[in-house]
């Protein structure tokens, strides 16, 4: 007499294998423990790559200085020259090539992220020259007045 | 550009003071939702288990409409985490890659044990009457009887013995399902509550008691949701028996409704749960007021004055503490009883909701608070995923879902042969 | 039941519990394989913050963003900074609108007048992602989709996050989030594909006052490392236990 008890087992068992066997098509090859820790390093390895190949947007000064010579020697001898060109002229990504050219952000807001007065005498921005943006000139923009390269304001 | 840009939680979060600017609510209306329905799948197993391991008597009503339904429930406990998830599609990669130093991973090796336990359980106990219905739809020609039958001739799975021997053989499997699956209904529900009693960054989640109390209120909510639709389904028939007999219908001989032997036994258990849920609760809460570590100031402010209506006037006061006193006044009557249900069932309702919700109700820099506001009236397809509409069809769901089983395996006015 | 009959029964519940384990997913490469595979021996990357020098001129966090192309009008952000104002009266007055995208122009905190007369103390707090040694967010993702390379960065492998939020929920410090383009766990990586290039991370490499800085914790003589080996640092939130890799200088009390 045949024991009919096991049939469910028999099911669950198929159950298991078709997800092991989908399993088999949907997880990648490199898939696995990297390292010694389960609990830190279990991932697909490959990802690793896939994120040292992320494209970088940001070039540096140095970038900038392969052309624009002038405009960095220009900034060189001001405050300024602690700031990034592309603080201001934005990421130069494939520039000339994509962009072929940068929009410059002349907006008030760019130059108040320092120069906004706050009364906070202990922080390091009260070394920083600064003016109540309601007050000062609210209807110009900052360039009009001030050379954003050089500004050197003591040399009127 | 505005449509694919959706910063999740961004629509239901108001921040006040200060909070991280990464901080929003997350986990908001569909992992509330989440362990309810866990802890209702388990709690009614755990009531048909009561009868069938431990042969209490006084349930044998009860246990396989209970059964039935704890599989009626089982999907829709899958249907909250689908809604939620930000790939949905990607689901299965936990059954595929489980990261076992995670809660969740566990859910995919718990869930199938469970799925595969209740289903053999259902089998063992259904077997007779598979078989009896290939031979009962035998010779009948029209289109439906033609797919019942088959379908019971496929789910006999080539089981076709149905002596004496092989009957015993169902009953003593049944038992030993029934046995295996508390455990494993236990499991279901506390892992559930180990994804949060062991999340150490959410001060109001870290607790080692957190399964426990889980756990404890799954069951509570299980039974309780078992006896309402009981009452429920069984008033419905002997309205309709009154009815007909009222008609003149003859081949209405019995007019039974809901027996109050049945349900007033039932709720000493359901008593008993509920008892243990609060009491774990209450010394959660008690204990972190009197360590008082660094997050008990915006704890206090979040439990005793944000949530206060919603913690100690919902959830203690009407989910709690009244239907207790409900269940227990002497003179119990079914009405009553139905009525403490539904306060059972929405006080362990709130009781997730304080937990996940509540646990999202500070920021983590201990200086802010969130609000959360469920969106009602669905405008894109995150709101009607994570809010009221995303809720409603999964409540509703296992109703349905139960409406067509039962058809297959009927569940009610079967009396369990001892 | 026959003797045959049982082994059978023996041999197939083996199987299938063995069968049942994913195997394949636990294959183990060793440590030196796979630094040796990613280039990343000899290296544990280490975070400096100067919490003496920074301004919250906020350029680093409008870097970061378009670097790493988190959407730029989302209030969401890999990197932020935080303006502390402690009053007399030791009130705390905390805020970071957008981050500190735009920086911090305005004196009023979230709306509210606060005098000047009354200040006692004010400083800028710069946060990240900790890259922590024992990553709490790595420890609960349930499909290892978040991991940690050999020398020390946690990445989130975007083809595989399910998004559930787990490790939103486990990071102590708020530093992940769900990419509104994206739809997966997101957060900083130490710009992984610059300094895997031998270039500065986008943040390092936008502050104008060298309040932020990064290094290779490994190698004695870089000059990140030997500031944070004999000079006073802090991190944030130790009492969690996840070995945070980014140190403060002049980090105050009051930080949150």
Redesign the interface.
Known sequence: ????????LW???A???L??I??HF??PDD???????????????S???E????????K?REYCQECHEENVAEASTSKHQ???C??CH??AIDHPDAPETLVIDTSR?LC???H?S???P????AK?KAID?DRHNTDTSCIECHNPHNPNLEEG | MTEELIVHGLEWTDKLLFVYPNEFIYWSIQIVMYPYMTGLVAGAFVLSSLYHVFGQKDLKEMARFSLVFSLALLPVAMMPLMLHLQQPLRGMNVMFTPHFTSAIAAFGIVFSTYAVIVLTEIWFVYREYFVQQTIALKGKADLVSTFKRTLYHVLTLGAYDINEEAIAKDKKAVKIMAAIGIPVAGFLHGYAGFIFGSVKANALWMSPLMPVIFIMSAVVSGIALCMLTYIIIMEWKKLKATLARGRGDESVTTIRGAEIEVISKTSRYLIMFLVAAISLEILDLIFRGYTAMKSWDILRSVMFEEDFVKIFILQYGMGNALPFLMLMLPGLTIRRTAVALILVLFGVFMMRWNVVIGGQAFSLSFEGFMHYHLPIIPHNLETFKEGLAGALTVIATPFILFWGINKILPSLNVVESD | MSCSRRKLLKSALSASVAASLPISAFRFLSPAECKAATGTEGTRWGFLVDTNKCVGCGFCVKACKKENEVPYEAPVTRTWVERYVVTKNNKLHIDSPLGGRDGFTDQKIRGEEIDPAEIAKTFFVPKLCNQCENPACVQVCPVGATYQTGDGVVLVDRDWCIGCGYCIMACPYGARFFHPVHKVAEKCTFCYHRISNGQQTACVEACPFEARRIGNLLDQNDPVTKIIMTERVAVLKDEYGTKPQVFYLGLDRNVR
């Open positions: 007499m045949k024991n009919h008890v096991l049939r469910p099911c669950a068992l159950a298991i294998a997800i092991l989908v399993r949907m997880v898939f696995g423990v990297n390292g010694e820790s389960f609990t830190y390093g279990f991932h697909r390895l990802n690793v790559d994120w040292q190949d992320f494209k970088a947007k940001y540096g602690l700031i990034q592309e603080n934005g990421p807001e108040l992220r320092c906004a706050l009364s906070y202990d922080s390091p921005r920083i943006p």
